[in-house]
Nanobody, 116 residues
Framework: QLQASGGGLVQAGGSLRLSCAASGGIFSFMALNWYRQAPGKQRELVAG???????NYAESVRGRFTISRDNAKNTMYLQMNNLKPEDTAVYYCNVDRIGTVARDYWGQGTLVTVSS
């Protein structure tokens, strides 16, 4: 089970930190991602972090967003800085792999609204 939190309303240029708490599995074995879906658009991958801590980012957020994980707290984070109105979306956490086994688990989403 995945529980996302931390969304809200922020002005352009501001920051937010999203959290995703996981339960029901061995967190350290999970490959994790943040996706987002803006109104009228398809869901897109924002950032991912492997079990080893290697990260990848969408070009649109690279240098502004940082994904991280705390295996002791079973929690993943997305630090979002210098937010732009185009970052407005519902943000979802996702597990796409546990160990060597592919999975596709989703949290309920948290809304981020960036005003100009």
């Amino acid at each position: 089970q995945l529980q996302a939190s931390g969304g809200g309303l922020v002005q352009a240029g501001g920051s937010l930190r999203l959290s995703c708490a996981a339960s029901g599995g061995i967190f350290s074995f999970m490959a994790l991602n943040w996706y987002r879906q803006a109104p009228g658009k398809q869901r897109e991958l924002v950032a991912g972090i492997s079990t080893f801590g290697s990260t990848n980012y969408a070009e649109s957020v690279r240098g502004r967003f940082t994904i991280s994980r705390d295996n002791a707290k079973n929690t993943m984070y997305l630090q979002m800085n210098n937010l732009k109105p185009e970052d407005t979306a519902v943000y979802y956490c996702n597990v796409d792999r546990i160990g060597t086994v592919a999975r596709d688990y989703w949290g309920q989403g948290t809304l981020v609204t960036v005003s100009s």
